[in-house]
Structure formats: structure tokens, C-alpha cells
């Protein structure tokens, strides 16, 4: 049975400002189970970083917390004293920020921010941490790492300094890595090269991995399961394959048709149209429900019993569920995307017999690497390559 290692409930957070205040996270729920990866993906000013920083505490000053709690084990992350806090920041949970330039200091050797690590946590001298640090920068596959601990951050490619960084959140064995947007601005190699280190690190230490990204190509490659945030509320969650082969809200629909294929015939891209709400002000219910469904092409809103049709959308993967209320477009394009067979729309009221049309695994395994193949405009032949290695797998 796996072990629950950190569990968000309820966490609402608001940063104000002078004469406004935006609600960056509206009862936010989701657990991390050990050795495991869990995605949190959305646009921009969804909340993703927001709800990364909150478990570590790490929100600053504007920030204040309404209410919920971060169980970290024993301990709720937002009641703990700061010395309590050093003592886990760090050597417990680490996180990758998402411009590993920017997070290194461009006067200090690589080495010795390394080794930084190694001295604050541990009875380290700083010759033994030294020595230490050129160990650690060798195991993330830097080549000559004796040679990039003599240099300065502005001396590395950014490939390099994301395995830096890597190597700084790993150097103690956490037991959480948050890792925000750790692939991006990385060509295609570099990505494949960093996405295998993390997978790496999560089999064989039992690390767990909070992935926050907006690319359901990286999440469909290493995620377990994936949360979709709209507007400060975790609209739909569940296991990779499941959401990407039934999607249940609007929004992510709308997600999963914007993606471009390399195989669709070519035509104009469908994006997302407006923006995302407003807030300036908590809401009700979930500002998805029927603004997501208007800006991704949905008729109506889905037909769902409950108050919160975020918290609906979360718990309705059971085999027969309602599909009222979604555009065939959606759907087609949707399921289209992930290479299943589209289902016949139901009308309103009516239910779909998913046990007759669920895809076996075999099937599901493969869609999820055209998937893979269509998610972003990359070279052909990495691509084809990739995708060959894992039919080949199947």
C-alpha cells in the first residue's frame, strides 16, 4: 500500500497588494504518495508555483494563507517555527526553481555552492564538502566535474546549470523534490537528459517528485498522476492515463485540443480564447465550470450534482460517467488527440457504458506515446525514436 508523504488540505492562499488582492489558491486538495510523481499543470497564473512554495512555506511577505493545512508526516508545514523549517528545507524537501541561473550565485564557484549544502546539513569540514561537491556534480552527469566546480554560473549553459541545481536539491537524498518548470527554455535533448535523472533519482532512492510544468508532454513521460489547475482552484485530477484518455472538464479539454500533432493535417491551431478570470475576489464555486466551458468550446456546463464541480470532476473516474454538456469538437479532438476511438455523444441525462468502450492497457500505453510524439514542435527523427523505444517496451 503506498505511503501518503505530503497532503495538501483545504489550502487557500491570497496575495494582496496596496489596493487590490488576487486568491492565488482556493481550497486546494491533493497528496503525495513516496516514490512517486505527481503534476500539477495549467497557464500561466494558475496557481501551480503558488501551491509548490506554500509546502515548503516559502511564500512571501503579500502572501497570506486563508486557511487549509500542508502536512508534511507529523508536521503541518504552516505552523512550524522557522528553525523547525531550516531543518527540513533542504535536507527533507528541496526544490528546483524554475531559472537555475537565476538561482545560482554569479560570484561564488559551483563547487562551493554545492558543497554549501553539505556544511549547513551535515558535520561537513569544507575540504571534506569540497571533494563531496565534485562527486555530486559527476552523478548528475556533468562531464570534467572537477572543472565545473572551479566556474561561475554565467560559465554554463543552462542545461548545465539545471543539473547543477539538480545536484544542489539531491545532494542529502530528500524525501520530496519540487521541481518547478525544470525543463523549460531546454531543447529536446537536454529535457530527455534532465526528465532521466529525475526518474532515476524517484526509482532508485524512492524520491518524490512535485512536477509543476504546462507541458502534458513531460507529464504523460514521467507522471504518475496529474493535477490540472484553472484560476486557483485543482479542477481535475487523477492518474496520467486516465486524464488524458478521459478528460472530464471543460478546461481540460481545451488543453488537450490546443496541442499541436505532428500527424493532423495541416490547419490552424486551436487555442484557447480569452483569458483566465478575474482574482480580484473568491468564488462561489468553480469559475471553471462555465467560464472554461464557454472559452474551450463547450455547449454548456457539465451536468454534476455538485456545488464545487471541480471536487466532481476529481472523484467522477468511475466507469460510467456523464458526458452531457461537452461539444463534440471537444471530445473528438480530445480523444483524437490520445489516439482512442471517439464514443457516440450522449444527450443531456444520459450515461455512457465506459466498461464497453474502455480501451484495454496495451492500447492506452501506446496512445500515450503518439501523445508524446505530437506535443510540441521537435525534431522529427528524437521523436520517432523515442516513440519506437517504447512500442518496443510494450
Same mark, same amino acid.
Given at each position: 500500500?503506498?505511503?501518503?508523504?505530503? /497532503?495538501?488540505?483545504?489550502?487557500?492562499?491570497?496575495?494582496? +497588494?496596496?489596493?487590490?488582492?488576487?486568491?492565488?489558491? =482556493?481550497?486546494?486538495?491533493?497528496?503525495?504518495?513516496?516514490?512517486?510523481?505527481?503534476?500539477?499543470?495549467?497557464?500561466?497564473?494558475? %496557481?501551480?508555483?503558488?501551491?509548490?512554495? /506554500? #509546502?515548503?512555506?516559502?511564500l512571501p511577505d503579500e502572501a497570506d494563507v486563508l486557511g487549509g493545512e500542508v502536512w508534511f508526516g507529523? =508536521?503541518?508545514?504552516?505552523?512550524?517555527?522557522?528553525?523547525?523549517?531550516? =531543518?527540513?528545507?533542504?535536507?527533507?524537501? $528541496?526544490?528546483?526553481?524554475?531559472?537555475?541561473?537565476?538561482?545560482?550565485?554569479?560570484? #561564488?564557484?559551483?563547487?562551493?555552492?554545492?558543497?554549501?549544502?553539505? !556544511?549547513?546539513?551535515?558535520?561537513? !569540514?569544507?575540504?571534506?564538502?569540497?571533494?563531496?561537491?565534485?562527486?555530486?556534480? %559527476?552523478?548528475?552527469?556533468?562531464?570534467?566535474?572537477?572543472?565545473?566546480?572551479? /566556474?561561475?554560473?554565467?560559465?554554463? +549553459?543552462?542545461?548545465?546549470?539545471?543539473?547543477?541545481?539538480?545536484?544542489?536539491? $539531491?545532494?542529502?537524498?530528500?524525501?520530496? #523534490?519540487?521541481?518547478?518548470?525544470?525543463?523549460?527554455?531546454?531543447?529536446?535533448?537536454?529535457?530527455? +537528459?534532465?526528465?532521466?535523472?529525475?526518474?532515476?533519482?524517484?526509482?532508485?532512492?524512492? @524520491?518524490? #517528485?512535485?512536477?509543476?510544468?504546462?507541458?502534458?508532454?513531460?507529464?504523460?513521460?514521467?507522471?504518475?498522476?496529474?493535477?490540472?489547475?484553472?484560476?486557483?482552484?485543482?479542477?481535475?485530477?487523477?492518474?496520467?492515463?486516465?486524464?488524458?484518455?478521459?478528460?472530464?472538464?471543460?478546461? @481540460?479539454?481545451?488543453?488537450?485540443?490546443?496541442?499541436?500533432?505532428?500527424?493532423?493535417?495541416?490547419?490552424?491551431?486551436?487555442?484557447?480564447?480569452?483569458?483566465?478570470?478575474?482574482? =480580484?475576489?473568491?468564488a462561489a464555486h468553480c469559475p471553471s465550470s462555465r467560464a472554461a466551458a464557454r472559452r474551450c468550446g463547450?455547449?454548456? @456546463?457539465?451536468?454534476?450534482?455538485?456545488?464545487?464541480?471541480?471536487?466532481?470532476?476529481?472523484?467522477?473516474?468511475?466507469?460510467? $460517467?456523464?458526458?452531457?454538456?461537452?461539444?463534440?469538437?471537444?471530445?473528438?479532438?480530445?480523444?483524437?488527440?490520445?489516439?482512442?476511438?471517439?464514443?457516440?455523444?450522449?444527450?443531456? %441525462?444520459?450515461?455512457?457504458?465506459?466498461?464497453s468502450q474502455r480501451p484495454s492497457r496495451s492500447q492506452v500505453s501506446a496512445s500515450c506515446s503518439r501523445?508524446?510524439?505530437?506535443?510540441?514542435?521537435?525534431?522529427?527523427?528524437?521523436?520517432?525514436?523515442?516513440?519506437?523505444?517504447?512500442?518496443?517496451?510494450?
Amino acid at each position: 500500500m503506498a505511503q501518503t508523504l505530503v /497532503s495538501v488540505r483545504d489550502l487557500s492562499v491570497r496575495y494582496r +497588494s496596496r489596493d487590490e488582492a488576487a486568491y492565488a489558491l =482556493d481550497q486546494v486538495s491533493f497528496d503525495i504518495e513516496r516514490g512517486s510523481v505527481f503534476a500539477l499543470v495549467g497557464e500561466s497564473g494558475s %496557481g501551480k508555483t503558488t501551491a509548490g512554495v /506554500s #509546502i515548503l512555506n516559502l511564500l512571501p511577505d503579500e502572501a497570506d494563507v486563508l486557511g487549509g493545512e500542508v502536512w508534511f508526516g507529523p =508536521d503541518n508545514m504552516l505552523t512550524l517555527d522557522e528553525r523547525a523549517l531550516r =531543518d527540513i528545507r533542504g535536507r527533507r524537501i $528541496t526544490m528546483i526553481f524554475q531559472d537555475p541561473v537565476a538561482g545560482l550565485n554569479p560570484v #561564488i564557484p559551483i563547487g562551493d555552492q554545492v558543497g554549501e549544502v553539505l !556544511t549547513t546539513h551535515l558535520d561537513f !569540514t569544507k575540504r571534506e564538502a569540497k571533494a563531496a561537491a565534485a562527486d555530486i556534480l %559527476g552523478q548528475v552527469g556533468l562531464p570534467d566535474p572537477q572543472r565545473v566546480a572551479k /566556474s561561475y554560473p554565467f560559465q554554463l +549553459s543552462g542545461g548545465m546549470c539545471q543539473r547543477v541545481m539538480i545536484g544542489i536539491a $539531491t545532494a542529502l537524498q530528500p524525501d520530496l #523534490i519540487i521541481a518547478d518548470e525544470p525543463t523549460a527554455a531546454l531543447d529536446v535533448t537536454v529535457q530527455a +537528459s534532465i526528465l532521466h535523472q529525475l526518474d532515476t533519482l524517484r526509482r532508485e532512492r524512492g @524520491t518524490a #517528485i512535485l512536477l509543476i510544468t504546462h507541458d502534458f508532454g513531460v507529464v504523460s513521460q514521467i507522471a504518475d498522476e496529474v493535477g490540472v489547475m484553472y484560476a486557483g482552484h485543482l479542477v481535475e485530477q487523477g492518474p496520467v492515463r486516465d486524464v488524458l484518455a478521459r478528460p472530464l472538464h471543460p478546461y @481540460t479539454h481545451g488543453l488537450l485540443a490546443a496541442l499541436p500533432r505532428l500527424d493532423a493535417p495541416r490547419e490552424e491551431l486551436y487555442a484557447l480564447p480569452g483569458t483566465s478570470p478575474d482574482l =480580484d475576489k473568491p468564488a462561489a464555486h468553480c469559475p471553471s465550470s462555465r467560464a472554461a466551458a464557454r472559452r474551450c468550446g463547450s455547449a454548456a @456546463t457539465p451536468a454534476r450534482p455538485s456545488s464545487r464541480p471541480c471536487r466532481a470532476a476529481r472523484a467522477a473516474r468511475s466507469p460510467a $460517467t456523464t458526458r452531457s454538456g461537452r461539444s463534440e469538437r471537444a471530445q473528438k479532438m480530445a480523444r483524437g488527440l490520445a489516439g482512442l476511438p471517439v464514443p457516440p455523444l450522449t444527450r443531456r %441525462g444520459e450515461s455512457t457504458n465506459w466498461n464497453s468502450q474502455r480501451p484495454s492497457r496495451s492500447q492506452v500505453s501506446a496512445s500515450c506515446s503518439r501523445l508524446q510524439l505530437s506535443m510540441r514542435w521537435r525534431p522529427i527523427a528524437v521523436r520517432l525514436t523515442m516513440c519506437t523505444g517504447w512500442f518496443m517496451a510494450e
